[in-house]
């Protein structure tokens, strides 16, 4: 595949956080298009969507990225309704959630954090030039770990605290859906073939059918996407 | 206890990484003095010197911390000698190391990172008010993850990055000891009471009997702390 950004240190790899969903499938076929090596890296952290692991599992597949899937101990993660299976996710309220500027309690104390932290591990290890995370900041729920601001400090640590950060190669982070609205990550997804009918979104499936509840903010935000994009 | 940092939002709790080494048993010392409530963290990474979980798990119990060690998956951390039997660790080699300014194999990827942020999800899940990690950047090895800059950041990071952050009252990282050096950490701790004869500081113990090899950085450090501070 095509690779412009070889650089003298590393081998051209990167490391993709890939839960399954819209944004981190997005990720993961540009991924492939900048990139010699992808590695994908999914979590297993007690959500009670985990059936979004099995999309994860198949995308991988599909594109032959080398995929991993990290377990999170269980009970790690309090006081968040996507792991916490006696706090209901809430329905229908993406608006009064924006509205409000409302973090809604789907947010996972120091998720991406810690994802990030696992892949930078895996990263510097592997001696892989960047890792693309698929957060954007325009249709989204609010959490403090999707904002441009929390991506610059993140990175910004990653050039005090790693060996490769201090002698001037950091990993990269990379967020490149950060600016872009559903429909146009979506769009950008068609042209590079994501087959999104694999992906999967919903926080909250019937645990028995595994079907998506159509209500919670990342079904919402999904059919916005979907349904402008697919016609 | 006394408690002089109680605030309104969290009940007086605390984190303590505790490796199980000279550092992290006298932060966990500090803890048990400042805060009513404390959890000690400790990891399972694969690492050679295994043996220190003994003694991380022997000092939580004494002093009635709530003890967890996290697992992270063998294969995660590559190319230090902490992790692979293959790489050996050096030995007899800290002047050097700090001579040349040379960070030593002994360095494992974004492990304060990772480790931090496994902490940071379970403070912030458990509303604690703050995070104790035992570097210090002067009787050290020269690990970036152990100095002034890289804390700043990460402190920083959590302002950006988590719920509790943003709303004003982030999870706070205390690092006392990072101005001390060796022998110093050991007079705080003996005022304190800290059984550092419970404490393991070696890198590359033997595997059979678990004794300390006399010769790794750590123990080179460890000797030059607990001679001059237990005669």
Sequence with gaps: ???????SKSPSSTVVLLSGGLDSATCLYLAM???????????????RHKVELRSAK???KLVGAEHYIAKI???????SSLTDPKIKV??????????????????????????????LSFAES??????????????????????????????????KGTKAGVEGQPVRLLAPLM???????????NSLGVPY?????????????????????SCILRKKALSVSLK
């Design 58 to 60: 198949k995308l991988a």
């Design 179 to 189: 600016k872009l609205g559903k429909t146009e990550i979506v769009q950008l997804g």
């Design 73 to 79: 101990q269980t009970g790690l993660f309090q006081g």
């Design 90 to 119: 809430p329905k229908n309220a993406l608006k009064k959630h924006l509205d409000k500027k409302e973090i809604p309690n789907t947010y996972v104390p120091g998720r991406n954090i810690l994802f990030l932290s696992y892949a």
């Design 197 to 217: 009918e694999h992906t999967f979104s919903c926080y909250d499936p019937d645990p028995k059918t595994g079907k998506a509840c159509g209500k919670c903010d």
């Design 1 to 7: 595949m095509p690779n412009a950004k070889k650089i």
């Design 126 to 159: 592997r001696n892989c030039e960047s890792i693309y995370i698929g957060v954007n900041a325009l249709d989204y729920s609010g959490y403090p770990d999707c904002r441009p601001d929390f991506i610059r400090a993140y990175q910004s640590m990653i050039g």
């Design 33 to 47: 298009n900048d990139y010699e090596k992808v590695y994908a890296l999914s979590f297993n952290y007690g959500q």
